[in-house]
C-alpha cells in the first residue's frame, strides 16, 4: 500500500477533518510544519511525503476543531444567554 493510500484510509473525506480544505495561505503552514518533522526524525533521505500528509492532518484538524470551537461560542441571535454575556 502506497503512502498516499494510506494516508487517505485514515481520514477518510466523509470525516470532518477530511472535509477541511488547505488553503493557499495555509500551503506555507504546511511546509514549515512539515520541515520540523523531517528535521525531528533527523533529516533521512526519501519519503518526504510522510511528513507532508503528517503536517496536512494537524493541521486539518487543528482547522477543525477551531470552526467547532467558534460555532459553539458563538450565541444565536435571540438567546437570552448570550445577551446576559453581552451585558456582562
Known amino acids: 500500500m502506497t503512502l498516499l493510500a494510506k494516508r487517505t484510509a485514515k481520514t477518510p473525506a466523509s470525516s470532518p477533518i477530511g472535509q477541511v480544505a488547505i488553503s493557499h495561505l495555509d500551503h506555507r503552514r504546511v511546509e514549515r510544519l512539515a520541515y520540523s518533522y523531517w528535521e525531528a526524525r533527523g533529516c533521512p533521505d526519501g519519503s518526504p511525503e510522510e511528513d507532508w500528509f503528517r503536517a496536512e492532518d494537524e493541521l486539518r484538524r487543528q482547522k ?14 435571540g438567546d437570552r444567554a448570550g445577551r446576559r454575556q453581552e451585558l456582562n
Open 64 to 77: 477543525a476543531e477551531w470552526a467547532i470551537t467558534k460555532k459553539r461560542a458563538k450565541p444565536r441571535q
